[in-house]
């Protein structure tokens, strides 16, 4: 497997790029670079600007196709891959657990998505996909359909459960992402300083 990380959102609601935004003085992207690291051998970014990542030992590539979208960037990491199985992650989501990630990995075998579900939503942003799902994923982006549930319907999708995951990250963690000002705050400063 390799791990791959879409970093090329537009950032409208942060109102600056996320992924150098810094947690304990760190670039959230090397937290994610770091995490993957221990387990992947081959990491990609998936940015349209590649120029910024250049310091990163990861493959940089740029969107296939000029549709912004999330969908255009797992097409365009899977495209670039060579291998079957892959863990994508948001560029915005700095507390992943190496873990969890290695469970999801060990149960892919036989599907097309390993998805944790919470409350009954999918995280699809931190999920593993497999690289057959190309055509799938192509042909809605030219349906300029950029959810990424739509794939689900055609694929074969394994669903790790609540239970599961707080058998690794119970705190859940993982699939804090910070698309705001707000919620970078909150993420970065300690009790004393959230309460001033």
Request: glycine share 8%.
């Amino acid at each position: 497997m390799a791990g791959i990380v879409l970093s090329g959102g537009v950032n409208q609601r942060m109102g600056t790029d996320k992924a150098f935004l810094k947690i304990d003085g760190i670039p959230m992207i090397e937290h994610i670079l770091r995490a993957l690291k221990s387990i992947f051998d081959k990491i990609i970014i998936v940015t349209n600007n590649p120029q910024l990542y250049t310091a990163y030992d990861a493959m940089l590539v740029t969107d296939a196709y000029d549709k912004r979208g999330p969908l255009t960037g797992i097409y365009s990491g899977l495209l670039k891959t060579t291998d079957e199985y892959n863990f994508v992650v948001a560029c915005d989501m700095p507390f992943l657990n190496s873990g969890l990630i290695s469970y999801m990995m060990g149960l892919a075998a036989g599907f097309d998505i390993v998805v944790p579900r919470i409350g009954g939503l999918s995280e699809p942003l931190h999920a593993v996909y497999h690289r057959g799902l190309l055509p799938i994923i192509e042909n809605r982006i030219f349906r300029d359909a950029q959810q990424i549930q739509g794939i689900f319907s055609n694929a074969r999708v394994r669903y790790v459960t609540e239970v599961e995951i707080d058998c690794h990250d119970q705190g859940r963690r993982s699939f804090m992402n910070l698309n705001t000002p707000g919620e970078y705050k909150e993420a970065t400063c300690s009790d004393l300083e959230c309460r001033n």
